[in-house]
């Protein structure tokens, strides 16, 4: 059996501001062609940001699509040309006001591959030093520190949805945590 999928046409259908939603038409296997949504995003990159003693630099926003604020590790979007471990490093200081000494890969995510191509790569961010909150206006951001075991109670509580969150804390647990 022919198993080729094969993307023929990709037409813009709305362009948002982190986002372009388009209409794939594509050929199955079995000759016939479907119509496949996709949204394409530019990327992104977050930091898991580690105080000397351990605990984790966490941000409370306000979520659009879910209509409350959340807890997360810092993460935004990336800039033309901007490197993800640049990216990370200036999230973590933008929404959290630390600047890291050391930053070094820890894992990448693809958040919804059903639909979207939005990678997220993350870091780990350490030798941490108070800085200044540098938000965009449009940004309003609590700091909040907590410990792994904290995160990972509010993770298996249903606090904590966030699927980069959710994957970094436990990548980082399991990774670094003794």
Same mark, same amino acid.
């Given at each position: 059996?022919?198993?080729?999928?094969?993307?023929? /046409?990709? #037409?813009?259908?709305?362009?948002?501001?982190?986002?372009?939603? $388009?209409? =794939?038409?594509?050929? +199955?296997?079995?000759?016939?062609?479907?119509?496949? /949504?996709?949204?394409? *995003?530019?990327? @992104? !990159?977050?930091?898991?940001?580690?105080? =000397?003693?351990?605990?984790?630099?966490?941000?409370?926003?306000?979520?659009? !699509? +879910?209509?409350?604020?959340?807890?997360?590790?810092?993460?935004?979007?990336?800039?033309?040309?901007?490197? @993800?471990?640049?990216? @990370?490093?200036?999230?973590?200081?933008?929404?959290?006001?630390?600047?890291?000494?050391?930053?070094?890969?820890?894992?990448?995510?693809?958040?919804?591959?059903?639909?979207?191509?939005?990678?997220? /790569?993350?870091? +780990?961010?350490?030798?941490?030093?108070?800085?200044?909150? *540098?938000?965009?206006? /449009? #940004?309003?951001?609590?700091?909040?520190? *907590?410990?792994?075991?904290?995160?990972?109670?509010?993770? $298996? =509580?249903?606090?904590?949805?966030? !699927?980069?969150?959710?994957?970094?804390?436990?990548?980082?647990?399991?990774?670094?945590?003794?």
């Amino acid at each position: 059996m022919n198993t080729e999928i094969k993307r023929i /046409d990709r #037409e813009l259908q709305c362009e948002g501001t982190i986002i372009k939603y $388009y209409k =794939d038409t594509v050929v +199955l296997p079995d000759g016939r062609t479907e119509l496949y /949504d996709f949204i394409g *995003h530019n990327g @992104a !990159a977050a930091a898991v940001g580690v105080l =000397d003693d351990g605990r984790l630099v966490m941000v409370r926003q306000y979520r659009n !699509a +879910l209509d409350r604020f959340t807890l997360e590790i810092p993460a935004g979007g990336l800039n033309p040309n901007e490197p @993800a471990i640049d990216a @990370a490093a200036r999230e973590l200081e933008e929404e959290t006001g630390y600047q890291c000494g050391k930053i070094e890969k820890l894992i990448t995510i693809r958040t919804t591959v059903a639909f979207c191509n939005e990678k997220i /790569d993350i870091y +780990l961010a350490t030798e941490l030093k108070k800085t200044a909150q *540098h938000l965009d206006e /449009d #940004e309003f951001v609590n700091i909040e520190i *907590h410990t792994v075991e904290e995160l990972e109670k509010m993770i $298996y =509580d249903g606090t904590i949805e966030d !699927a980069k969150t959710i994957a970094s804390i436990l990548a980082y647990k399991n990774k670094y945590v003794k």
